[in-house]
């Protein structure tokens, strides 16, 4: 009974920012490593960032410099801070968490739309 709750999608303006937060509960085994993916419609979900056990992180070329992917030390939490935002980053953004023994979990989806 793994739950992930996102919270922090919403309409904003281009230019604007966006923090999306993710909160990971029940899990029988640690994680390992914690993502954001992105969906926009017609258009397969694609990897935005993802964190490590170890802090390292990855992003996809088109929000290199504007997000930043995060993790609190202590608790399963995973934080998306997005500025200048564009249209093109409208999309379901859905967190995702890795256990040690490679196990899956998606969070429900967020919806971001920025507006032009």
């Known amino acids: 009974q793994v739950q992930l709750v996102e919270s922090g999608g919403g309409l904003v303006q281009a230019g604007g920012s966006l923090t999306l937060s993710c909160a990971a509960s029940?899990?029988?085994?640690?994680?390992?490593?914690m993502g954001w993916y992105r969906q926009a419609p017609g258009k397969q979900r694609e990897l935005v960032a993802t964190i490590s056990s170890g802090d390292s992180t990855t992003y996809v070329d088109s929000v290199k410099g504007r997000f930043t992917i995060s993790r609190a030390n202590a608790k399963n939490t995973v934080y998306l801070q997005m500025n200048s935002l564009k249209p093109e980053d409208t999309a379901v953004y859905y967190c995702n968490v890795r256990t040690i023994v490679n196990a899956v979990y998606w969070g429900q989806g967020t919806q971001v739309t920025v507006s032009s």
């Open positions: 029940g899990s029988r085994y640690s994680i390992n490593a």
